[in-house]
């Protein structure tokens, strides 16, 4: 139990065009979804929080209209990483948690964008 | 003070000892701690929680909590070369409404 998919695993795009990484909760329903970023030999950084049909909770630093989160559903959350460039180039990881706030969160295996 | 602080390590202990991995947290009210493991190149994936004072076992993972000190340890039993990874310890903060991990201690099981 508690699987959460991502989906693409991997994605290469041009600088300026956008990407949508889209967060599943396979086989439970996630009340609040987190999407954290981590960039090499560094620690897992949380970007955003996310509660079904709710605005996400953004980080301080995090810009919200770069990184657009949708969590439509309570299965299903998006991240649109918009007019991407290089220094967006990152492992972004999702994670979904049945009950929010301190609950248990299940990790999705990551998306790792490459922006040329 | 960071409200997560682990060694980053590496720590490096042979096949077949004990592992010891060690976490302390600031929040005093937190109640419920997390351990995860990492892999290089691959996301989080959750070992044990615990949420009362004492030892929690699961095969050969356990998890100690002492809500007095403010320390949280795991212990990996007869490690193995498989469990080379970093173990990030999670509890939460920032108002409750989520978790607050470490930076993580990369353990390394050298043969």
């Known amino acids: 139990g508690a699987v959460v998919s991502q989906h693409p695993s991997r994605v290469i795009c041009k600088s300026g065009t956008s990407v949508k990484i889209e967060c599943r909760s396979l086989?439970?329903?996630?009340?609040?979804m987190f999407w954290y970023r981590q960039f090499p030999k560094q620690s897992l950084m949380l970007m955003a929080t996310?509660?079904?049909?709710?605005?996400?909770?953004?980080e301080q630093g995090v810009e919200k209209d770069k990184f657009l989160i949708n969590h439509a559903s309570l299965t299903l959350s998006t991240l649109t990483v918009t007019s991407a460039h290089p220094e967006d180039s990152s492992f972004y990881i999702c994670s979904a948690s049945q009950y929010g706030g301190a609950d248990t969160q299940y990790f999705g295996p990551g998306t790792r964008l490459t922006v040329l | 003070q960071k409200e997560v602080e682990q060694n980053s390590g590496p720590l490096s202990v042979p096949e077949g000892a004990i592992a010891s991995l060690n976490c302390t947290y600031s929040d005093r009210g937190s109640q419920s701690f997390f351990w995860y493991r990492q892999y290089s190149g691959k996301s989080p994936e959750l070992i044990m929680f615990i949420y009362s004072n004492g030892d929690k076992e699961d095969g050969r993972f356990t998890a100690q909590l002492n809500k007095a000190s403010q320390y949280v340890s795991l212990l990996i039993r007869d490690s193995q070369p498989s469990d080379s990874a970093t173990y990030l310890c999670a509890c939460p903060g920032g108002g409750g409404n989520k978790l607050t991990f470490g930076t993580g201690t990369q353990l390394k099981v050298e043969l």
């Open positions: 086989d439970f329903q996630a009340t609040t």
């Open positions: 996310s509660n079904e049909g709710s605005k996400a909770t953004y």
